[in-house]
Nanobody
Framework: QVQLVESGGGSVQAGGSLRLSCAAS????????MGWFRQARGKEREGVAG???????IYRDSVKGRFTISKDNAKNTLYLQMNSPNPEDTGMYYC??????????????????WGQGTHVTVSA
């Protein structure tokens, strides 16, 4: 049974930093492509960042240079380092996983497993 549990959300001022974590159980993150998604109130879910089994990463344009996705295989955990967030980054953040190599990392429909989410509020 694959489980993903996000943590690290909260309130942060614009320009600050926050690190989200996604602890995985039931599988090893090294063998899974994983991603971070977010959904703001009244908006559709969107892909934020993804990392494949080879460690290659991809980001949506609005977070490039500010957010960093990474995996710690030893801790079986996915991270999203959020630097210089702005109020537009506010929303519920979810991690997702798909076994094996996957290229469409920012497309939510391709993922098999999802966490429950952690909320991030960025104040101006």
């Amino acid at each position: 049974q694959v489980q993903l549990v996000e943590s690290g959300g909260g309130s942060v001022q614009a320009g600050g930093s926050l690190r989200l974590s996604c602890a995985a159980s039931g599988h090893t993150v090294s063998g899974y492509s994983m991603g971070w998604f977010r959904q703001a109130r009244g908006k559709e879910r969107e892909g934020v960042a993804g990392i494949d089994t080879a460690g290659r990463t991809i980001y949506r344009d609005s977070v490039k240079g500010r957010f960093t996705i990474s995996k710690d295989n030893a801790k079986n955990t996915l991270y999203l380092q959020m630097n210089s967030p702005n109020p537009e980054d506010t929303g519920m953040y979810y991690c997702a996983a798909k076994e094996g190599f996957w290229t469409l990392l920012l497309e939510g429909w391709g993922y098999n497993y999802w966490g429950q989410g952690t909320h991030v509020t960025v104040s101006a």
